[in-house]
């Protein structure tokens, strides 16, 4: 039998409900190793973020595994998900996961700490929220270590409008901007220059998966033998049956168990930092050219998605 190289996985996220989706999936993929979890400000607040990704963890036995609380505002202290969003991602995740657990492992940001636990081989970074942690990272960065790692950024809109359709307090009247990058735009453009190895997943990508009611159909899961991706999405219905929920961070991390689930193109990327674009992401040769998905492919991200389970 032939051996699964492993792939090392650190991953910074706002805990939104797609993003513990993402970690389900990856934590079902026996050629994953998560080494680390920072958490940003975002669809949680860091430190709820952190209490519920240590729940996540415990409960496949990664108790060891650290988490970091990270980041509470953007550089700019600017622009918020709605609170309703914010509201509803942090009900769903300690409600799914209403499991015992502890503080143990739950640390505050360490940027020297997290650089120094890329180690291995084949090692990778996963960002799922505004990209503020990461800056800090970069900041840090004194031996370059970021530039050698693939790092998987879900972010931006670059062909596609973007997705501030509920902006609650209706100060932009920018439709182009996605809201990791709105969020924080000048931590995005700062990484999108410094790193070097990216594979970026704009809504351009998640866009072709559109998480409809069909994954609400409860017998598509026998294959994943614990159901709490299950459990997040009958939680989220209402987003589906309003045809608005699509496969923003579990396509990016489906990419770490099967790269061809992404259709990719190189190009340079520019991130505005503009009062009324900010956060656009546009297409700019002038740029370092970097890798970014066009498109997903549905079949092989169902079958990813369905199908991978370590139990």
Known sequence: ????????????????????????????????????????HGLTEPKDGAQIIRRLLDYYGHINTPIYIGKSDSLGKTNFF????????????????????GNKRILEFDAINILNSFKANNQFLLTL??????????VNDRMGKLRSITTIIMGGA???????????????????????????????????SYLKNIILVPLDASNSIKIDKSYLVF??????????????????????????????DPLAAAYL????????????????I????LGRTYLDETENKILYAKFGNKILFDNIIFNTSIL
């Open 158 to 192: 670059i062909s596609v409008e973007g997705n501030l359709f509920d902006n609650e307090i209706n100060e932009t009247k920018n439709r182009f901007s996605e809201w990791n990058f709105y969020c924080d735009p000048l931590a995005a453009k700062i990484c999108l």
């Open 219 to 248: 017998s598509k899961w026998k294959n994943r033998k614990n159901k709490i991706t299950y459990s997040i999405l009958k939680n989220v219905e209402n987003w589906i049956y309003d045809n608005l929920y699509f496969a923003w």
């Open 82 to 101: 709605p609170k309703s969003w914010k509201q509803q991602s942090t009900e769903v995740g300690y409600k799914v996961l209403n499991i015992n657990s």
């Open 1 to 40: 039998m032939c051996s699964v190289e492993v792939k090392h996985v650190f991953i910074d996220t706002d805990c939104g409900t797609d993003d513990l989706i993402a970690i389900d999936l990856l934590l079902n993929s026996r050629n994953i190793e998560i080494i680390g979890v920072s958490c940003v």
């Open 129 to 138: 929220g505004p990209l503020t942690n990461i800056e800090n990272l970069i």
């Open 257 to 272: 168990i099967n790269p061809d689930v992404l259709i990719l193109e190189s190009s340079g990327i520019q991130v505005s």
């Open 274 to 277: 503009a009062k009324d674009d």
